[in-house]
């Protein structure tokens, strides 16, 4: 994490104006990662995931936020759901 902040300070990009471009980016590259699902392309696959983890991380910079903090904070929710999988989904229950 502390690499991908000090590359995108170097370039320039953990400035509040460049938020919804950063997004845009990790729209991008979850679209490359559709692509190399569907090709069944594994390094396609591994850069993908991989642009999309330095995206987030940019992100949360910008915010002021930890991304391995956003990451816990979003297990700690998730691993209290309740539900079922369906076709490989997990339907969490309605409260």
């Not at 990009?13 to 392309?41: C, M, P, R």
Request: charge should be negative.
């Amino acid at each position: 994490q502390s690499n991908v902040i000090d590359w995108a300070n170097e370039k320039n990009l953990i400035k509040k104006g460049n938020s919804l471009k950063q997004f845009g980016k990790t729209q991008e590259e979850v679209l490359e990662l559709y692509h190399a699902l569907i090709n069944e392309d594994k390094e396609e696959t591994i850069d993908a995931i991989g642009d999309i983890i330095v995206t987030l991380i940019i992100l949360s910079k910008i915010h002021k936020l930890d991304a391995v903090e956003c990451l816990e904070s979003a297990y700690n929710v998730i691993s209290k759901r309740t539900g079922k999988t369906v076709n490989g989904v997990f339907i969490k229950d309605s409260k």
